[in-house]
């Protein structure tokens, strides 16, 4: 089992930055492949960004250019460092886990992790 917490979601001004966290324990083996998703009120749910275990990223189009993905796992923390946020950034952020190796094609699918945080809320404002 793995156990993921998210942290650094804040209130902030429309071009500001935010770095989030997501600090994960127990089997590390299970953190093979690792994203962060959002979803904002009335919305579904929609993936941000991918890491997978050889350090490959994926970014989703609406936020290419501005956020960016890293995993550091001597410390074992994923982060989520976002730039020129707009209002439209405004959700709870989670992060996600599996062990398994994912194809490209489903790297934003949210049925491909099984394991999930608890959420970070950003609010971003004009």
């Known amino acids: 089992h793995v156990q993921l917490v998210e942290s650094g979601g804040a209130s902030v001004q429309t071009g500001g930055s935010l770095r989030l966290s997501c600090a994960f324990s127990?089997?590390?083996?299970?953190?093979?492949?690792m994203a962060w998703f959002r979803q904002a009120p009335g919305k579904e749910r929609e993936g941000v960004a991918f890491?997978?275990?050889?350090?490959?990223?994926a970014v989703a189009d609406s936020v290419k250019g501005r956020f960016t993905i890293s995993k550091d796992d001597a410390k074992t923390t994923l982060y989520l460092q976002m730039n020129s946020l707009k209002p439209e950034d405004t959700a709870m952020y989670y992060c996600a886990a599996t062990e398994r190796t994912v194809l490209s094609a489903l790297v934003f699918d949210e049925t491909t992790y099984n394991y999930w945080g608890q959420g970070t809320q950003v609010t971003v404002s004009s």
């Open positions: 890491v997978d275990g050889t350090g490959n990223t």
């Open positions: 127990g089997n590390t083996r299970n953190t093979h492949c």
